[in-house]
């Protein structure tokens, strides 16, 4: 892990041990772990981050990233039918971002983006 990013990672965790209620601290902390391979973590502060925000398009995205990252991928479909139904809109980006790499080629998925915008 680079230097900067070990302390980046420090910071925030010192940070959420004082502000564990602070749904942007939370968010950080999430994707600095992800970010470093610390996928369990960044899984866990996700969870929490829908928790505290359920309406939250990108935290729900975000989970469902993280899910995908564990192989999990139903439970990651389901994130992100909740996203959508949130408002995320980037369609684009989740038929593209290798967080959701497990899930090309899961039929359920690749049904699901034709549904979404058959252009995708």
Same mark, same amino acid.
């Given at each position: 892990?680079? #230097?900067?990013? +070990?302390? $980046?990672?420090?910071?925030? $965790?010192?940070?959420?041990?004082?502000?564990?209620?602070?749904?942007?601290?939370? $968010?950080?902390?999430?994707? @600095?772990?992800?970010? %470093?391979? &610390?996928?369990?973590?960044?899984?866990?502060?996700?969870?929490?981050?829908? +928790?505290?925000?359920? $309406?939250?398009? @990108?935290? %729900? *995205? %975000?989970?469902? !990233? =993280?899910?995908?990252?564990?192989?999990?991928?139903?439970?990651?479909?389901? !994130?992100?039918?909740?996203?959508?139904?949130?408002?995320? +809109?980037?369609?684009?980006?989740?038929? &593209?971002?290798?967080?959701?790499? =497990? /899930?090309?080629? *899961?039929?359920?998925?690749?049904?699901? /983006?034709?549904?979404? %915008?058959? #252009?995708?």
């Amino acid at each position: 892990m680079p #230097e900067d990013t +070990r302390f $980046e990672l420090q910071f925030f $965790e010192s940070l959420y041990a004082r502000e564990k209620k602070d749904h942007r601290v939370v $968010e950080i902390l999430g994707h @600095l772990y992800t970010q %470093n391979g &610390k996928i369990d973590e960044g899984l866990r502060m996700d969870r929490r981050l829908v +928790r505290m925000r359920p $309406e939250d398009p @990108l935290a %729900n *995205y %975000n989970l469902a !990233c =993280s899910l995908a990252l564990k192989g999990r991928r139903r439970e990651a479909l389901q !994130c992100l039918r909740q996203a959508v139904d949130l408002g995320y +809109r980037d369609f684009g980006w989740m038929k &593209k971002d290798t967080d959701l790499k =497990s /899930l090309h080629g *899961y039929e359920p998925f690749e049904d699901f /983006l034709l549904q979404l %915008n058959p #252009e995708v």
